[in-house]
């Protein structure tokens, strides 16, 4: 069973960066891609971005091209965005979600952490 922990959320001004974690604890983890995923208060999920897990192939959201950046330590069972110049528009709950061997898509989530960024 794998279970996804999030951390790094918090409460910063518009331009300050945040970084968060993502860790996987499972006795054996593999997977597909993970990806960060986040919702803003009254709106649907948005998908932010992905890492193809053995690859390191990543697709980002436009909205957050050039500002974000994932990445995976694969020692560690962990996946991270760093995230700069935030902007308010960046404000949600982010998730983080893995697609394991075998699954059509991202079958198990995180918990999320809180974003903030006020203006």
């Known amino acids: 069973q794998v279970r996804l922990v999030e951390s790094g959320g918090g409460l910063v001004q518009t331009g300050a960066s945040l970084r968060l974690s993502c860790a996987a604890s499972?006795?054996?983890?593999?997977?597909?891609?993970m990806a960060w995923v986040r919702q803003a208060p009254g709106k649907e999920r948005e998908f932010v971005a992905s890492?193809?897990?053995?690859?390191?192939?990543?697709y980002y959201a436009d909205s957050v091209k050039g500002r974000f950046t994932i990445s995976r330590n694969l020692a560690r069972n962990t996946i991270y965005l760093q995230m700069n110049s935030l902007k308010p528009a960046d404000t949600g709950v982010y998730y983080c979600a893995v697609q394991r061997i075998g699954a059509t898509g991202y079958d198990v989530w995180g918990q999320g952490t809180q974003v903030t960024v006020s203006s």
């Open positions: 499972a006795r054996t983890f593999s997977a597909v891609a």
């Open positions: 890492i193809r897990w053995s690859v390191a192939e990543t």
